[in-house]
């Protein structure tokens, strides 16, 4: 029999620690005012020092788990996959201690690298491995703690990532039309302009360079205008070539939940797919740029919201450092987000 992988519980998680605009002007040279018109952000949520990526993983997923209905004990899932560029340790991989953490036995646990996008490539590969039937249920989490990578010294990135974690579970339908089907998905990466967002140090090419390791190799780098411009255009061309393969008319599409990296980008991505501007799910001026949590954050505080209404279509679409990015379509279920 045929499986199709839906959407069942969603959950989301911000550290406690409210950074404002104003907090951050009065430690260096930025203003609330350039900080709100170049990105749409008031503030976002930093973790305490001591608090990481795992923890807040932990509380993401116990929600998502809750909200579907699931015990935290071995069974309740059969695999778990975490998306984030800030895991615990560069080895092992997050997601097994999140999955110990949360009381899910010897699970199936990974993790996903694919920077901003890669929440939709953890959704897309906890959809195929429901689709392929060899998982009943997934818990997908996206989770990080930019604030430990940021430069202090470099204001443009240092405004614009936040921390927070956010969960989905996807649990195998038999109904391909049931409402929180994962419909398809379309990803895609561009490694020649692996430059544009890097973290340089810490990793096995760093020992192609003799001498000592540069501490601010160790710092997250982005050359922002020339992201901007792929953003826009990668995830407009990624959106529009989901559409066309599932058979959506734009003006069909209720809800578009793009990656929350800056609202002039959100905005000239609906502009150039030709959605109106309320049809838009916003957040980014609350959390900030929370990477790999970004859309299940998102989706969790607009379902809570009331925004995401039963039978809506939505569109998912994320652009990262890789360069990678991606699109996934599904029609809103019934669900009690926690
Ligand atoms: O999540 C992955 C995807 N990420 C993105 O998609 C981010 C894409 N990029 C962006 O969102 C924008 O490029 C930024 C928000 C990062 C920067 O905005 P921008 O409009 O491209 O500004 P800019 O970098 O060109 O800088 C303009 C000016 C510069 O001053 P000068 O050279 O014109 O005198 C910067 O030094 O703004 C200055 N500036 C700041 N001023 C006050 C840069 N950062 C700040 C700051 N506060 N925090």
């Not at 969603?10 to 203003?31: H, I, K, W």
């Not at 990481?52 to 778990?80: F, I, Q, W, Y």
């Not at 799910?281 to 990477?291: A, E, L, Q």
Request: proline share 6%; with cysteine; hydrophobic share 45%.
């Amino acid at each position: 029999m045929a499986h199709f992988a839906a959407l069942v519980g969603l959950g989301s998680y911000l550290p406690p620690r409210r950074v404002t605009n104003e907090e951050l002007a009065s430690t260096f040279d930025t203003s609330d005012e350039w900080i709100t018109t170049r990105t749409g952000i008031r503030a976002r949520h930093w973790a305490s020092s001591g608090v990481a990526t795992s923890d807040l993983a932990v509380e993401a997923g116990h929600r998502a788990l809750k909200s579907a209905n699931l015990p935290m004990e071995p069974g309740a899932v059969d695999a778990v996959v975490l998306a984030t560029t800030t895991p615990d340790h560069p080895c092992p991989a997050t997601a097994p201690q999140v999955a110990a953490r949360l009381g899910l036995g010897t699970v199936a646990a990974y993790d996903i690298a694919a920077v901003c996008s890669g929440f939709l490539y953890a959704l897309a590969t906890a959809s195929a491995q429901i689709t392929a039937g060899q998982a009943e249920r997934v818990l997908v989490i996206g989770a990080e703690t930019y604030s430990t990578i940021l430069n202090p010294a470099d204001r443009t990135t240092s405004v614009i990532f936040g921390d927070g974690a956010g969960a989905v579970v996807l649990a195998a339908v038999p109904d391909a039309d049931r409402p929180g089907v994962i419909i398809n998905v379309d990803l895609g990466s561009d490694g020649s302009q692996q430059d544009l967002i890097t973290i340089p140090g810490g990793g096995s090419r760093e020992r192609a360079t003799p001498g000592e390791p540069d501490p601010q190799d160790r710092y997250f780098t982005m050359q922002g205008k020339k992201v901007f411009a792929e953003a826009v255009t990668r995830m407009g061309d990624s959106a529009s070539a989901l559409l066309g393969r599932v058979g959506w008319p734009v003006d069909s599409v209720g809800h578009l939940v793009g990656h929350q990296a800056n609202i002039r980008i959100l905005k000239a991505l609906a502009q150039r797919l030709g959605l109106p501007g309320e049809r838009v799910v916003v957040n980014i001026d609350r959390v900030g740029n929370t990477s790999a949590a970004s859309i299940p954050v998102a989706l969790a505080e607009a379902a809570a919201a009331g925004t995401l209404t039963t039978g809506s279509r939505v569109l998912l679409t994320a652009f990262g450092g890789g360069l990678t990015w991606g699109s996934a379509a599904l029609t809103w279920p019934e669900l009690n987000p926690a």
